[in-house]
């Protein structure tokens, strides 16, 4: 089972602590919404989960290894935030783009040219851009944009997606498209998603889990529950016990 486990995680930057004691288990297929306050450590975890960044105490285990180790092998795939901020002036095209998620494969061999390209187009058919393989990335919107980075991290084959506020700088019907396409891809093959999103209507449409984090964990349960009790008191779901 792919299943990740965070325990007693905590990180801190200079003298300020984001993470304190963080405890979460995510199972494998599970599509799981992270929403807090700005500030909560949201997007410091992600970077954990993601191998970037290592915890100043505690421990991550993913598929068995550790947060570093998963990436290296290719198990995971990562989708920053505000990628379409830094790239107005970039050359690569959409393809170009997406051919770097080979490099992470999960397999070891040596993916040919006309593999890739079958990789490539299909992965670009995921997502609904394959129109645009051969534009630049800096000339497309920020939803398509965002497309193009869930198509790399796809490209990886990846057993866990993780998206750090995947629908930021976009309008709202682009931001729908966005997870009910992660939605479609957690249902139809399977991959363990992890968002990070301020976006609490939309994202717990399709999330069936929500964790609720503010330094350490508030709540953690069905995206039904989560809305039940937010509707009735938002404000207490921010506070640990």
Known sequence: MFDIQLTDVTFAY?????LDKLSLAVNAGDFTAVVGPNGSGKST???IMAGLIVPDCGQVTIAGKNSFQACQAG??????QNYAKNTAGFPAT??????????????????????ARHIIKHMLELVDIEDLRHRRVGELSGGQQQRV???RALAANPLLLLLDEPTSGVDYDTGEKIYSLLGQL?????????AV??????????????????KGLCFFGDSAEFRRNHAAAPHLLYYTS
């Open 14 to 18: 200079g003298e300020n602590v984001v």
């Open 45 to 47: 975890m992600l970077k």
């Open 75 to 80: 198990e995971i795939g990562y989708v920053p």
């Open 94 to 115: 959409v393809e170009e783009i997406v051919a770097l998620g080979l490099v992470h494969s999960r397999s070891r061999k040596k993916t040919g040219k006309e593999a």
């Open 149 to 151: 980075m869930v198509a």
């Open 186 to 194: 957690n249902k139809n093959l399977g991959i363990t998603i992890v």
């Open 197 to 214: 999103s301020h976006d609490i209507e939309k994202v717990t449409r399709w999330a069936g889990k929500v964790a609720c984090i503010n």
